[in-house]
């Protein structure tokens, strides 16, 4: 396989979201044989992620990728002939966007992913540059018409592996939490914006006549969250994104913030409630709609997710119960896995971007 030279560069702006989609990604073409340079401008978020980077360090090599601190790419000089990441229209340092030119450098606007159908006429078109190196729109996808999403080989085998084990003990082992939860437990991972419905939830989870263990990574669960009735709400310490996968697996219910969880969640094929990134004039609301209408959710759990991001408590309180109730609740699981497999049967987003890397420069 050709070999290129990929720069990476990434602003944090969504929490973790930003730095875990770039670390996955960068991770995913390191895996593929590719050179790899991250540049970040918080590596302090990224070694939450990944707690071996020491984020004072001014260059450190982890998982085949070089992690650089974004103050270092002015004085960087780009690869020659190699690749150049702009991830989220993040703006490369000016003195390194200088320095492309005559480098025979590759440009890419990687973009946030989006299930609009727009992004599909938009995806690979090039971007003219006053400096004269060619630049492309790249966005992830839903469609074959996209990018995909990013889905490393071999992951389906460790989620069946993982989930042939009793789930007690993997939280265990993930958690250290010195007691399990039944086996007729529901159990719910509570991974959100601070500006959730948590009191909605705290009601619809504390009617049910089962067991509930609603997992909160973090340590600190929001004051709106307290046992009641058979609701058990558990702090649980922040687990690493090479462990992430395996939380969602113990799950029955995942709640997830973000493009890099939500895919995850995703892959981990139980049914999930995504609150997406707030955007000025509720510009999100449109990119949430188009990603219903592309996961095909029974109505309870579309009806949901709508209430869970617009912020609404007593619709959370009414719609929970009815989404986890029969047929409701088989019907949301047969079609969130249904959707995994077609997903997991596109293309890879690290793959397809290097194939597309590849074909532009053999066309040059």
Request: proline residues 11%; positive net charge.
């Given at each position: 396989m050709s070999t290129l030279s990929f720069d990476l560069?990434?602003?944090?702006?969504?929490?973790?979201?930003?730095?875990g989609v770039c670390w996955r990604?960068?991770?995913?073409?390191?895996?593929?044989?590719?050179?790899?340079?991250?540049?970040?401008?918080?590596?302090d978020v990224l070694a939450r992620l990944l707690p071996a980077l020491d984020a004072r360090a001014c260059g450190q090599d982890l998982e085949g990728v070089r992690i650089e601190p974004w103050s270092a790419a002015a004085h960087a000089v780009p690869p020659r002939g190699g690749v150049v990441i702009e991830a989220?229209?993040?703006?490369?340092?000016?003195?390194?966007?200088?320095?492309m030119a005559g480098r025979d450098c590759l440009w890419i606007n990687l973009e946030y992913l989006s299930a609009e159908p727009w992004?599909?006429?938009?995806?690979?078109?090039?971007?003219?540059?006053?400096?004269?190196?060619?630049?492309?729109?790249?966005f992830p996808g839903f469609t074959p018409a996209t990018g995909g999403l990013l889905h490393e080989p071999g992951l389906r085998a460790r989620r069946d592996a993982a989930q042939s084990l009793e789930r007690g003990r993997r939280l265990q082992d993930l958690t250290g939490l010195a007691s399990t939860p039944p086996a007729d437990a529901l159990c719910v991972l509570l991974f959100c914006y601070p500006d959730a419905p948590l009191a909605g939830l705290q009601a619809a989870l504390a009617s049910q006549d089962r067991p509930v263990w609603l997992l909160a990574p973090g340590g600190r669960p929001h004051a709106a969250l307290h046992d009641q009735g058979?609701?058990?709400?558990?702090p649980i310490p922040f687990v690493p994104q090479a462990r992430f996968d395996e939380l969602l697996w113990c799950c029955d219910l995942n709640f997830v913030r973000g493009e890099d969880s939500m895919v995850r969640a995703l892959w981990a094929g139980a049914p999930l409630v995504w609150q997406v990134y707030r955007q000025d004039a509720d510009a999100h609301l449109d990119k949430l709609e188009a990603w219903l209408d592309r996961a095909g959710w029974?109505?309870?759990?579309?009806?949901l997710t709508r209430a869970w991001?617009?912020?609404d408590d007593a619709a959370v309180a009414r719609l929970l119960p009815v989404a986890l109730r029969e047929p409701a609740w088989s019907a949301w699981g047969a079609r969130t896995r249904a959707w995994r497999d077609e997903r997991t049967a596109q293309a890879d987003l690290g793959q397809d971007l290097l194939d597309f890397c590849l074909r532009r420069r053999q066309t040059r």
């Open positions: 560069f990434c602003r944090v702006v969504d929490n973790f979201g930003d730095a990604l960068a991770r995913r073409l390191a895996a593929l044989g590719q050179s790899v340079r991250l540049w970040i401008d918080r590596p989220f229209a993040c703006a490369l340092p000016p003195a390194y966007e200088a320095a992004v599909e006429s938009c995806h690979g078109l090039p971007s003219p540059q006053a400096n004269g190196v060619p630049k492309f729109f790249y058979r609701l058990r709400v558990m029974p109505a309870p759990a579309a009806e991001n617009r912020r």
